[in-house]
């Protein structure tokens, strides 16, 4: 394949797994094609970080700073990892505050910065997106928010998030977050929209026919969007192109996970890219390596249910929130 070939030629040698050494393994790898060689070593393990939490999601590496972001969804909270100084309280009371009649009391999903930097929350609980005016390095609320309706209706619940290089924000708005789910009586929205959000706040409706529109990502050069769609019935990642206008067209299926949906196994979730293209893609088992031509090169089995990826900001560690866990594997 000569985008991973391509790649191939700027790696040298072996990324010294250091400080992932000394914690626990866990899982296994199975390599699906050699190309898979190319990012994983021959001995990469899964390594557990910490662990003890409810619902893990969310991750986010902040560069200045080199550390770790992640929702602990239902505590309610954020917490910080580095190497130095392990887990760390960073945000309280992330996506419950102020709840309308029946909201949820969850915390926050998906995170991103905006383009001066600053962090903003998909608030599951409160159905909306916000952000958080304070520094990074001086984490407080209050929160301002961002998106909440469309068309006068509220949004379910904001899930996960990306900012593209044109400058809008991509997210999933399915019903998670809800008491109820899908049949929740506080449900405005007839749908599970995947929405375009202008940093003025305008929003978009990019789809509204995909079930359950739950982890999304972009190709390195951000002409290609991302959606996994946790449909027990229909998992499946999808793929679309991003055209001049910013909108999301010629959606296309890019894998069916139906035969691989064993049931306590999980569904497609969250994602990382790695400038090769390479999609890391949570799913059944685990994280799943796909090609952009979506050939599946290895999965990674943590066995835990497995909500999302993260990667380090020069791509040597993969950050994997599984269930009750934070997890992460050395790459080349």
Not at 45 to 63: D, H, N, Q, S, Y
Not at 88 to 100: Q, S, V
Not at 180 to 200: H, I, T
Request: charged fraction near 20%; include cysteine; glycine fraction near 10%.
């Amino acid at each position: 394949m000569k985008w991973l070939l391509a790649f191939a030629m700027l790696v040298t040698g072996l990324v010294d797994a250091g400080e992932l050494a000394g914690y626990p393994e866990t899982g296994r790898i199975e390599r699906l094609s050699a190309d898979a060689d190319q990012l994983l070593a021959s001995d990469a393990k899964v390594r557990v970080l910490a662990e003890g939490f409810k619902w893990t999601e969310g991750p986010l590496w902040i560069t200045e700073g080199d550390y770790l972001l992640f929702s602990d969804i239902p505590n309610n909270r954020v917490l910080r990892f580095d190497f130095e100084q392990g887990i760390r309280p960073y945000l309280e009371k992330t996506g419950a505050d102020n709840l309308h009649p029946g909201d949820s009391p969850q915390g926050s999903n998906g995170m991103v910065l905006d383009g001066a930097g600053r962090l903003l929350l998909l608030q599951q609980g409160n159905r909306r997106i916000v952000r958080m005016d304070a520094s990074l390095d001086k984490p407080a609320k209050p929160f301002s928010p961002v998106a909440e309706n469309y068309q006068g209706k509220r949004l379910n619940s904001p899930n996960d998030m990306v900012r593209n290089p044109n400058g809008f924000f991509y997210f999933t708005d399915p019903a998670y977050g809800m008491l109820y789910g899908v049949d929740d009586p506080n449900k405005e929205l007839a749908y599970q929209g995947v929405f375009r959000l202008a940093e003025n706040g305008e929003l978009d409706l990019m789809d509204s026919e995909l079930t359950h529109p739950n982890g999304i990502g972009q190709s390195p050069n951000g002409g290609r969007v991302y959606v996994a769609v946790s449909d027990a019935e229909a998992p499946a990642w999808y793929e679309y192109r991003v055209n001049k206008q910013g909108d999301l067209v010629d959606r296309k299926l890019f894998f069916d996970a139906s035969a691989f949906a064993i049931e306590g196994h999980g569904v497609p979730d969250g994602m990382a890219v790695h400038s090769s293209g390479v999609i890391f893609a949570t799913g059944p088992g685990g994280v799943w390596l796909f090609s952009p031509d979506a050939t599946p090169l290895a999965r990674i089995y943590t066995g835990r249910l497995t909500a999302n990826c993260a990667l380090s900001a020069d791509e040597k560690i993969l950050f994997i929130t599984a269930h009750d866990s934070l997890m992460a594997i050395a790459l080349k």
